[in-house]
T-cell receptor, first 112, second 107 residues
Framework: NAGVTQTPKFRILKIGQSMTLQCTQD?????MYWYRQDPGMGLKLIYY???????DKGEVPNGYNVSRSTTEDFPLRLELAAPSQTSVYFC???????????FGSGTRLTVV | RKEVEQDPGPFNVPEGATVAFNCTYS??????FFWYRQDCRKEPKLLMS???SGNEDGRFTAQLNRASQYISLLIRDSKLSDSATYLC????????FGPGTRLSVLP
C-alpha cells in the first residue's frame, strides 16, 4: 500500500514548455486534489475530482488542466509554463469529501 | 480577508516550554477543523482533528471556539522534534489551509 505517489519529485522547465505531473493512489479513494504551495502561503486548490470522469476547478486553475480517466490516476498538465508556476505541487486523496487527506510527497517545479 | 489566518511566526521557544498557536476562520459554515504538521520540504501530515469539546493527544491540546471563530493548538513540554510548520485547516465545501505558523524549538 503505497498511498499517494507523485512523480517527478523535482523538475526544471523553460518558459513555454509543457509537462504533466503524475499522481497515483492505491487506496481506492474517490476524491483527489491538486494543490500548489508558495513560500509563506497556504496550500491553494488548483483542481479536484470527486470520481473518475469528473473534475472541477479550484481556487487557482488558470494555466492548468486535469483529467481523471481512472480512480487511481489524476495527472496535472501545464501547457505553457510560466515563472509564476514555480511552486511545490501536492496531490492528495480522500475517501469522502471532508475525510482526512493523504498527501503525496510533492513535486518541486521551477520555471526559468 | 483570508479565509483562514494564522500568525506566521516564527515562534522560537526553548525545549520544555509551552507554546500556543491561534488560527481564525471567516467562513461560519465551516464544519470541521484540523491541525496539520509540515516539516521542511515535506508534505503536510495530520496532527489532530479539532472538536467543539476540545481534544487532547499527549502533549497536544486543540480547542475550537465557534462563537469567535478561532481554533487553538497548545503544545506542552516542547521537544526539538516539534520544530515544524503547523497548518490550520477548515473544512466547509473544501479544505482551506492557513499559511502556517513556524515553530522552532531550541536546545
Amino acid at each position: 500500500n503505497a498511498g499517494v505517489t507523485q512523480t517527478p519529485k523535482f523538475r526544471i522547465l523553460k518558459i513555454g514548455q509543457s509537462m504533466t505531473l503524475q499522481c497515483t493512489q492505491d487506496m481506492n479513494h474517490n476524491y483527489m486534489y491538486w494543490y500548489r504551495q508558495d513560500p509563506g502561503m497556504g496550500l491553494k486548490l488548483i483542481y479536484y475530482s470527486v470520481g473518475a470522469g469528473i473534475t472541477d476547478k479550484g481556487e487557482v486553475p488558470n494555466g492548468y488542466n486535469v483529467s481523471r480517466s481512472t480512480t487511481e490516476d489524476f495527472p496535472l498538465r501545464l501547457e505553457l509554463a510560466a515563472p509564476s508556476q514555480t511552486s511545490v505541487y501536492f496531490c492528495a486523496s480522500s475517501y469522502l469529501s471532508g475525510n482526512l487527506y493523504t498527501f503525496g510527497s510533492g513535486t518541486r517545479l521551477t520555471v526559468v | 480577508r483570508k479565509e483562514v489566518e494564522q500568525d506566521p511566526g516564527p515562534f522560537n521557544v526553548p525545549e520544555g516550554a509551552t507554546v500556543a498557536f491561534n488560527c481564525t476562520y471567516s467562513n461560519s459554515a465551516s464544519q470541521s477543523f484540523f491541525w496539520y504538521r509540515q516539516d521542511c520540504r515535506k508534505e503536510p501530515k495530520l496532527l489532530m482533528s479539532v472538536y467543539s469539546s476540545g481534544n487532547e493527544d499527549g502533549r497536544f491540546t486543540a480547542q475550537l471556539n465557534r462563537a469567535s471563530q478561532y481554533i487553538s493548538l497548545l503544545i506542552r513540554d516542547s521537544k526539538l522534534s516539534d520544530s515544524a510548520t503547523y497548518l490550520c485547516v477548515a473544512f466547509g465545501q473544501n479544505f482551506v489551509f492557513g499559511p502556517g505558523t513556524r515553530l522552532s524549538v531550541l536546545p
